[in-house]
């Protein structure tokens, strides 16, 4: 069976990216591989063994063109409301925190933050079936 183990976005600026998930999601540096033209840095915290690998293009000055297809990360929290109000006093500017129901029932409660590049990340409070 496979196991999922990273997903990857291109980032412009490495440090504003690793500060902008240090600060957000509490993610550190697992490890940093130079190549010739590109940079690889594979960010984690202790709660998960999924990480997510930033590549950095070394010529590369141009934002990225993130296209149309509303694709995301998500990451799930215990307390989303106390999550929204840290990311508000860091300055972070998350989005209103939205929550869908189904059937009567709570289905997600959640609310989306952009990272410096432009992507979209989910913070999603712990439930049902966000764990």
């Not at 440090?15 to 840095?41: H, M």
């Not at 149309?68 to 409301?81: K, P, Q, T």
């Not at 869908?100 to 990272?115: H, I, K, M, P, Y």
Request: aromatic content about 12%; charged content about 25%.
């Amino acid at each position: 069976m496979a196991k999922m183990i990273h997903s990857m976005i291109r980032v412009l600026d490495e440090a504003r990216s690793v500060d902008f998930y240090s600060k957000a999601f509490g993610l550190t540096v697992a490890d940093r591989i130079a190549f010739p033209t590109f940079t690889l840095i594979y960010l984690s915290n202790p709660e998960t063994g999924f990480e997510l690998e930033l590549t950095v293009n070394q010529d590369r000055i141009e934002p990225y063109a993130l296209g149309d297809g509303y694709g995301h990360l998500a990451v799930s929290v215990n307390e989303l409301r106390d999550e929204h109000a840290r990311f508000t006093e860091l300055g972070l500017n998350p989005g209103k925190v939205i929550e869908l129901n189904r059937d009567g029932r709570l289905f997600a409660l959640f609310f989306f933050v952009t990272d410096p590049d432009g992507y979209k990340i989910e913070v999603v409070q712990r439930n049902g079936r966000f764990q």
